[in-house]
């Protein structure tokens, strides 16, 4: 597609569900992150994927949180067990990283979650 | 310490002037800083980036970046109303590696 696209784009869930929000990165961009916006904050890093590099997790606030790529593609974040302190906006964003180009990130809409 | 702080405002500049907006990074090692402007209920979308030391000019803008004193800034001439949103200051390269770690944002309000 002709730019990151995530789903679904708003999510009202009951405490204590487990919820999967999806990110379909631009074709060809090699690292897809994974952010968190909570209302009126900046964004909090979750989660980075690198081509085949192992991903950098540092950001994933608690075990409840996981996230995936498959193929080197599509993305799922997944939240098990959610607490009403996971609503914020998902934001899913990627890059094409290689030597000497900036690795400007491209986001998406956002996946919004409401957690009841 | 934050690792990228920002003063979060609102900062409020008449239009037409000079809107300067700070953020500070506590990562020697940093090595890209982005800025991003956020409009209220959108995603981020890039403005500058700049990673040597000195200024940057793109049309309005520029950014500049002192390594010395971990501090990059963002300079918006002619300020209009259609600058009224959040910027974010992103730096790359803390701790290491690609991550870009963002500030809180500093909020711009440009007045009639």
């Known amino acids: 597609g002709a730019g990151v696209s995530q789903s679904p784009s708003n999510k009202v869930t009951e405490k204590g569900k487990d919820v999967e929000l999806r990110c379909d990165p631009i074709?060809?961009?090699?690292?897809l992150y994974w952010y968190r916006q909570s209302l009126g904050q900046g964004l909090e890093f979750l989660i980075y994927f690198q081509g085949n590099s192992a991903p950098d997790k540092s950001g994933l606030p608690s075990d409840r949180f996981s996230a995936e790529r498959t193929g080197g593609s599509v993305s799922t974040l997944t939240i098990q067990r959610t607490q009403q302190e996971d609503s914020a906006v998902y934001l899913c964003?990627?890059?094409?990283?290689?030597?000497?180009?900036?690795?400007?990130?491209?986001f998406g809409e956002g996946s919004r979650l409401t957690v009841l | 310490q934050k690792e990228v702080e920002q003063n979060s405002g609102p900062l409020s500049v008449p239009e037409g002037a000079i809107a300067s907006l700070n953020c500070t990074y506590s990562?020697?090692?940093?090595?890209?800083f982005f800025w991003y402007r956020q409009y209220s209920g959108k995603s981020p979308e890039l403005i500058m980036f700049?990673?040597?030391?000195g200024d940057k000019e793109d049309g309005r803008f520029t950014a500049q970046l002192n390594k010395a004193s971990q501090y990059v800034s963002l300079l918006i001439r002619d300020s209009q109303p259609s600058d009224s949103a959040t910027y974010l200051c992103a730096v790359k390269g803390v701790g290491g590696g690609n991550k870009l770690t963002f500030g809180t944002g500093t909020q711009l309000k440009v007045e009639l």
């Open positions: 964003a990627s890059s094409f990283i290689s030597g000497g180009n900036t690795g400007e990130l491209f």
């Open positions: 990562d020697r090692g940093s090595q890209s």
């Open positions: 700049i990673y040597s030391n």
């Open positions: 074709s060809g961009h090699t690292a």
